[in-house]
């Protein structure tokens, strides 16, 4: 039996920071600025580096798939989820990667946006936002996750189907 290549499935969540700035004495700022969408987009080299130092030698093979935990469907399709950044539409969003074999049901789908979201908010990605990324004017903390009511994980059909429709991004 010859398992077929895995295939590549992006799934998207906006992606959020807190830019604490440096004034003409070197002191950090109190107080940061929200950074969203094409705000982001000044910033997305410095995320992109920092994503890529924040990966576990853990977690070479699978990224978070590694922490999944269950002998299921899900674990036997989703050979890896790594997270990364994105732009679409002039604006930077969080990206989940994953090495799919096969297609996935809507309830194994379901399954998975379920783990990244669960990852994105109290695990891998609360361990991410946690460590500042130096950038020119500062620094900031990114986030892949908020508590806003629009926030979801979604496939790139869902992203690009209207269903954001309302969230301003910018």
């Known amino acids: 039996l010859i398992l077929p290549e895995p295939t590549m499935m992006k799934l998207y969540m906006p ?21 969203t969408g094409r705000a982001l987009m000044e910033y997305e080299d410095s995320i992109l580096i920092a994503l890529i130092k924040n990966r576990m030698s853990e977690e070479a093979e699978r990224g978070i ?35 799919v074999v096969g297609e996935l049901t809507p309830e194994e789908l379901d399954t998975l946006k379920d783990y990244i979201s669960g990852q994105a908010s109290d695990g891998w990605g609360e361990g991410f936002e946690q460590h500042p990324i130096l950038v020119e004017d500062g620094e900031i903390y990114v986030s892949f996750w908020n508590s806003a009511n629009f926030w979801s994980v979604m ?16």
């Open 15 to 35: 992606l959020h920071a807190d830019l604490y700035t440096k004034d003409e004495w070197s002191d950090t700022s109190e107080e940061p600025e929200m950074l």
């Open 65 to 99: 798939m590694r922490w999944y935990g269950r002998e299921d469907s899900v674990d036997r399709k989703v050979k890896s989820v790594v997270f990364t950044a994105e732009e679409r539409e002039g604006q930077l969003w969080g990206v989940a990667e994953c090495k």
């Open 155 to 170: 496939t790139e059909e869902e992203l690009m189907g209207g269903q954001v429709q309302g969230m301003d991004m910018c």
